[in-house]
């Protein structure tokens, strides 16, 4: 299965409710997660639920760690013999291209779910403004288009965004659900899934990073305080992701994309997150048997260069933990930028 879509979609979210009834239903499923910068964030918190996930960090699946991906699904069916691997690759990658070239990899007693690809209801018309043409051939890729976040969209834009998809995409089925609910709008997608992808003409593999027009900057900082509490985890992240959105959007008044933070410290993982100028912080709280204390971040937005972007990221994380007397290490680690504007 392959779980497409732009930045800030809303996969992971589905990732996690389709992973929970795959294994309750029976399933021995295993995630292969891919994020674009060095440090990974989805990866944590989809291990958090017990699923066995790997995770692909610094690049993108389907063209520059092709040959990660396949070690990784040999890996995977030599050491665990999972019946389904759901796949969820960055939100600037091309999930026709990835199921094309895991058909080359000559798995045994491989068949693929139809392509999935999910766009956010609140939001849609924002990102074909952003970068056209990549989104584009996101929707032209999928079997099963997804409108994501229709409880908190207005009905009126969502109607507007399905006759879009259906306009470019005739032959995918367009379903509309909450990722935060399994409902029978969820089960829509469950039941789809259970089908057979089609086969389509090869094309010419496209570089997605390079289509994307977007910045990446991402890293880790170790936190000296593993007493941290939640109240005081979640007003920290509220204050920078507020902030980075407020000095990215003078830089780019409609960005969209993933501006992303986890906080770790002993059997709590903080996720924040935002997705594009519009949004608001969401904050979510998993269960963790990691005993690290670090701050990990993961910054991918349209249209900024890169130097702006690590300028702000970095300044305003350090600059916000020390205004909440959090110690942390100067050294900033595993840092990945990417620039692809």
């Not at 990549?134 to 032209?140: A, P």
């Not at 207005?154 to 399994?182: D, G, H, M, Q, W």
Request: with cysteine.
């Amino acid at each position: 299965m392959i779980i497409g879509g732009f930045l800030g979609s809303g996969k992971t979210t589905t990732l996690l409710k389709l992973g929970k009834h795959l294994s309750e239903t029976g399933h021995k499923i295993a995630i292969i997660v891919n994020e674009i910068g060095e440090i990974g964030l989805d990866g944590d918190t989809l291990s958090s639920t017990g699923i066995v996930t790997e995770e692909l960090t610094s690049g993108c699946i389907c063209c520059t760690l092709k040959i990660s991906m396949e070690y990784t699904l040999a890996k995977l069916s030599d050491d665990f013999h999972p019946d389904v691997i759901i796949i969820e690759p960055t939100g600037i990658a091309f999930p026709r291209q990835i199921k094309e070239d895991i058909g080359l990899m000559k798995i045994d007693d491989l068949s693929f779910a139809p392509i999935v690809n999910i766009v956010d209801g609140t939001r849609f018309n924002t990102e074909i403004k952003q970068t056209p043409k990549f989104i584009l051939t996101q929707i032209e890729d999928a079997e099963i288009l997804c409108i994501n976040k229709v409880d908190i969209a207005e009905e009126e834009k969502v109607a507007e965004v399905r006759n879009f998809l259906e306009e470019i995409n005739p032959e995918a089925e367009v379903i509309e659900f909450s990722a935060k609910e399994v409902d029978e709008k969820f089960q829509r997608l469950i039941d789809l899934l259970a089908g057979k992808s089609k086969e389509r003409e090869s094309r010419e593999a496209i570089n997605s990073i390079e289509a994307s027009e977007v910045s990446s900057y991402s890293g880790e900082l170790i936190i000296k305080d593993c007493e941290l509490e939640e109240q005081k985890a979640e007003k920290y992240a509220t204050d920078v992701l507020t902030s980075i959105s407020k000095q990215v959007k003078k830089l780019n008044p409609d960005f969209v994309g993933h501006i992303k933070m986890a906080m770790e410290y002993p059997g709590i993982l903080m996720k924040a997150s935002i997705t594009s100028s519009e949004s608001i912080p969401h904050i979510e709280f998993f269960e963790t048997k990691g005993k690290d204390c670090s701050v990990k971040f993961l910054s991918a937005v349209t249209n900024v260069e890169k130097e702006e972007l690590v300028k702000i990221v970095e300044g305003t994380i350090k600059e916000h933990l020390e205004q909440e007397g959090i110690p942390f290490s100067n050294k900033v680690k595993n840092i990945q930028t990417i620039n692809i504007l």
